[in-house]
């Protein structure tokens, strides 16, 4: 039996939550493989450390004084090696980041990578784990694409080499030995490459949460947690807003099966999610509710000359050249929308609008930036004929207006486009309908 354990932010944050993560890892000898984020918020008002690095970049970049933030980090990892007697190498190895920093030595990919290599160094040195870089076993193309095979390669060779080992998340390599990062919270991705290319029977994530809950707690006081659930429900829930791990973190772990199971370190007792390729019918109707505020919809009305294919595909083209992803185009007769999440485009909305009023075959173009999209997820919805519909009359129940609504074909999830005003009251009336509902 080999898991992989993945500790993030949260777990890494101070020495009591070091003892938490030794005293899983001891508890279960197959938990061999180990990733780790980068120290997190102690509290509401700390800081986490890779927000520090990235910063620290900026003011090296525009030669601003960065010496406080350097010392706070190193003072960071120092207190927690200090505290917990750990016999570690980190003072030369701050010694050394610090020349390259004042050299201009050093990239901001490699520099904010220190966070979680600083940090598997001394988890390694804590548990009695071999340290393994994160450089060596986890390969990019220069599109900043995993190469699988040499990736799986490279992780066979460690672990047949050491049984036990620690791993930094969040970076590896370019083929020139760079370092190249995933996206923000790409630990977890790097914990699904560690499970594929170990041939892991579990991934273990170990997070701050117990799992997935059916709606957001924020909005929901205790909601249901959900107890098991698909690959795919996960990645409609992670990509529609439910903030738990990264949304790319099931991809690797498809091909092989690997089952991942979000766990919290705090209460381990608690048991947590388990997300496997497939999980039990007979349970509830809808798994989850989610959503995101702040997407705006630009509607386009074509000239009536104009093909409707052609007019979609100039406007889809402007979107493509600033590289905006777009989440929905529901079309009628004339015209068509295109829904953006707003923090894509604020920056540059002038030049996109300036680009699409120039296009020949649109007429004109109409703005609705009061848009947040909720999405129900639920596997079994596709089983029971009329969900759809009774979702939707919900809504006209509570006088909400509709916006927008798109059900994907596999009838996994129905999303709803509403004013951000009427959002949490439609994740309640959500909720309070289908919570109790077995199929
Ligand atoms: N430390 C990185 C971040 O804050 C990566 C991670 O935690 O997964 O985004």
Redesign the pocket.
Known sequence: MLKVCKF??SSLADEEEFLKVKKIVQADPSRRIIVV??P?RRNSKDN????LLYLIYQHQKYKVDYSSLFEEIKKRYLQIAKNLHIVCDLEEEFKNLSQKLAEGQISEEEL?SR??YFAAKLTASYLGYQFIDAASLIHFDYESKVLENETTKAIQDAISKYPQIVVP??YGSYPNGKICL?S?????V?GSYMAKGSHADLYENWTDVSGFFMADPKIIPNPKKIKEISYSELRELSYMGANVI?EETIIPLTDEEIPLEILNTNHPEEGGTLIKRETPDKTHLITGITGKKGFIALTFLKKRSADKLNSIMSVLSVFQRYQVPIEHIPTSIDSFSVVIEKSLIEERFYDIMADLKKLPDIMSISEDDDIALLAVVGRNMVKKTGTSGRILSIFGQEKINIKLIDQGREEINIIIGISNSDFNKSVEALYNNFSGEKI
């Open positions: 993030g932010g984020s980068a997190g986490k450390i890779t927000d904010v966070g979680e998340g969040f995933f923000r919270g790409g630990s977890d790097t990264h």
